[in-house]
């Protein structure tokens, strides 16, 4: 029956399904294999570490010389470092550099419908392979998106990119990024949507932004560094959409509340109109986390659609540690500083969140975290560590459990590894569907099935 809809409903078919079931179809017949085609070749994998073996250099032959077939396909392309010892297994065909370059150049330059690339760089990566990539990656007409991941240190030259609207760069300790770069990158493209994460405060990125003469507004922002200079470019514009601070932390609590009431004050209020999504959960302890200093300036986004905070926990006690458990005939040691919070501190703290959000119309997503405490800052592990976080949590998942309402609110909230609902509660205490102004609302656990 599958052969009997046309090549178009085929496909449509098939953008339901994941590659692996196209590759599936693929091999049964020649007609699915025709009408998947599209599909199939619309994400092209690239194994630097490959490219130089037979297989490899057949691959990119037949892309430079057109016989694939397949490349005008290829909405996505992912070069990946590869595995190394699956290269020394493998025949490696004697091309100089130069002769790589070219024919990787001309195989790349045949891909000329690639929307988004995503490239993980290493630094003993070839030099030939990474200038044949900078060189095609600016001169793709369509090309929208770009994602880098880099370990190491890299130094290559970026071209400029025209028509580039989403560009995320991931880096790790010890990575030395070309700021300069990355900053001109930015600043020559239609950027809408930059997501920045790794060492570094990206000062270059954000002075560029805000410069005078400057016309880049981004709607969509993800950085785990937060600095002044990130602020007076967030504070020089209205109408941010999505943003993203990935555990702010300024160093210090001083530091961090400090960072966190300029925020709050003068930045999130520049944005309160246009913002559908927003998570700034505290790193440590500190005003980032929600409380009555910043209800005010929550309290306004009216179109928030998605929000993550953290709360604070306030005073907590140490107490025993866990007895030794056995598993499989080993002894388990619990390592670190057990502590017990006070349940009412966290029962203020998340009925005001809960109350707050009840009021914002837009909201369908709440998820509440803890902040760690600031006396795990330069602890990395063993006995000094305090398992605070986790008996906060906990005591966040009671307190949304404790917390009741007359207000309805659409809004799922996640807290721990569970999500809850507002639901009415029944004359015998269980939940049901429906209710009536008068009857009392508590959030059932969507995760049982009872609930």
Not at 239 to 264: E, H, K, W
Not at 269 to 292: D, I, K, M, N, T
Not at 301 to 328: C, D, Q, W, Y
Not at 363 to 387: K, Y
Request: aromatic share 6%; net charge neutral; with cysteine.
């Amino acid at each position: 029956m599958l052969l009997d809809l046309s090549a178009e409903l085929l496909e449509e078919i098939g953008s339901k399904l994941t590659q692996i079931d196209h590759a599936s179809l693929r091999a049964a017949c020649k007609e699915l294999g025709g009408a998947l085609d599209r599909l199939f070749f619309s994400i092209l994998p690239l194994r630097i570490c490959q490219l130089r073996s037979e297989k490899g250099v057949n691959i990119l032959s037949a892309l430079a010389t057109g016989t694939a077939g397949w490349s005008v396909y290829a909405k996505a392309l992912h070069i990946v470092p590869g595995n190394q010892l699956e290269m020394s297994k493998s025949q490696v065909v004697d091309l100089s550099d130069t002769e790589m370059h070219d024919l990787f150049a001309s195989a790349l330059g045949t891909m000329r419908n690639i929307r988004m690339t995503s490239w993980q760089i290493l630094g003993n990566d070839p030099r030939w392979a990474r200038n044949a990539i900078c060189n095609c990656l600016g001169s793709l007409p369509y090309l929208d998106e770009l994602q880098l991941e880099s370990r190491g240190i890299v130094d290559f030259a970026f071209p400029k990119f025209l028509h580039l609207t989403k560009f995320k760069i991931k880096g790790y300790h010890g990575w030395s990024y070309p700021s300069e770069q990355i900053s001109q990158v930015i600043t020559q493209s239609c950027l809408t949507s930059l997501h920045l994460d790794g060492p570094g405060e990206w000062a270059d990125v954000w002075s560029r932004l805000c410069a005078p003469g400057s016309s880049i507004h981004l709607t969509d922002i993800h950085t785990r560094i937060v600095t002044p200079d990130l602020f007076k470019y967030l504070a020089s514009y209205a109408g941010i959409q999505r943003l993203t601070l990935n555990f702010p932390d300024g160093g210090s609590r001083n530091s961090s509340n400090r960072l966190a009431d300029t925020f709050f004050d003068t930045v999130l209020p520049q944005h309160a109109s246009s913002l559908v999504e927003l998570s700034c959960p505290a790193g440590y302890e500190s005003r980032w986390s929600f409380g009555p200093h910043n209800l005010h300036a929550v309290s306004q986004l009216h179109e928030l659609r998605t929000l993550e905070m953290s709360i604070n926990a306030g005073e907590f006690k140490t107490i025993p540690p866990s007895p030794t458990t056995v598993a499989s005939g080993v002894g388990v040691v619990r390592r670190g500083i057990d502590v017990q919070i006070i349940q009412s501190d966290i029962d203020r703290a998340v009925a005001l969140l809960l109350q707050a959000v009840a009021a914002l119309p837009s909201l369908r997503e709440l998820t509440i975290l803890a902040a760690d405490t600031e006396s795990n800052r330069n602890v990395r592990a063993g006995n000094g560590i305090i398992h605070h976080t986790s008996a906060v949590t906990e005591a966040i998942v009671m307190a949304v459990q404790n917390f009741s309402a007359n207000t309805p609110s659409p809004a799922i909230v996640n807290a721990g590894d569970r999500k809850y609902k507002l639901k009415p509660v029944g004359k015998n205490g269980t939940m049901k569907e429906g209710r009536s102004d008068a009857e009392l609302l508590t959030y059932g656990d969507l995760t049982q099935k009872d609930a």
